[in-house]
């Protein structure tokens, strides 16, 4: 018989991903808007990070470890209250949440303990499994999502490598700032230090933090929901 881990390993799912090219422009809320803009799902919802030289996986923090020890670890949110990324989660809507941290350069070996997290929470008898929604940008090395989505904020110089070599897989542009279309990606090319051809193609749509999910990214979401979940992690 298989175990519950080789058989999750197996399971099908929608998975949509929100990346960004930096900190604090967004990605979390968006995750929280599209779970509030369709309550009547089974939101599963994650944060992944990757932390830098010297940083534990384990407790976010410098604790004296080997670079391949503490190489990753997952917690379940249990409060929706504690105002941390994955409590925001459930405070959305979200069935469960959790947060799985790795050393920079480990992602590989913590997806396992991902796909084990993840065993056991899709009973043998439903006829679908819960949809994931998951904040990263370094699980696109790996996996093909439903969807995904990329928070730009053209006032924000910084640009994350992870986030630069999967922005051409972006099924839209989520931009961020105070002005509305006169903030358009394509002006920001030399910025972006990206192909001014691919921010041209890539379909954007604008959202202030506190705007409602846009009705373009509502409607790709909800085509995801209706179709076949074909995802494997």
């Not at 604090?24 to 809320?29: D, E, F, H, Y």
């Not at 384990?58 to 670079?67: F, S, T, V, Y």
């Not at 917690?75 to 409590?87: C, H, I, M, N, V």
């Not at 954007?204 to 995802?231: C, F």
Request: aromatic residues 6%; contains cysteine; proline residues 8%.
């Amino acid at each position: 018989m298989q175990s519950p881990v080789v058989a999750q390993q197996k399971q099908n799912w929608r998975l949509i991903v929100v990346g960004g090219h930096t900190r604090s422009i967004g990605k979390t809320q968006l995750v929280c808007d599209v779970i509030r803009a369709f309550p009547e799902e089974n939101w599963i919802a994650g944060k992944i990070t990757q932390y830098g030289h010297g940083v534990c996986a384990k407790n976010g923090e410098n604790c004296g470890c080997a670079p391949d020890e503490h190489s990753y670890a997952i917690s379940w949110e249990k409060s929706a209250t504690t105002g941390t990324d994955s409590s925001r989660f459930l405070a959305a809507g979200a069935q469960r949440s959790f947060w799985l941290r790795t050393k920079q350069g480990f992602l590989a070996e913590g997806l396992p303990l991902l796909r084990e997290a993840l065993a056991g929470l899709q009973p043998t008898n439903a006829p679908e499994p819960p949809t994931l929604i998951l904040e990263s940008n370094s699980l696109l090395q790996f996996v093909q999502p439903s969807l995904y989505f990329a928070v730009i904020d053209p006032s924000r110089d910084d640009f994350k490598d992870s986030a630069r070599i999967v922005l051409d897989r972006a099924d839209a542009l989520v931009l961020r700032g105070a002005s509305g279309t006169d903030d358009a990606p394509s002006s920001k090319a030399p910025w972006m230090k990206l192909p001014r051809q691919l921010l041209n193609q890539a379909p954007s749509v604008h959202q202030k933090e506190g705007d409602p999910l846009p009705l373009p990214l509502q409607v790709l979401i909800r085509r995801t929901l209706e179709a076949p979940a074909d995802v494997k992690l």
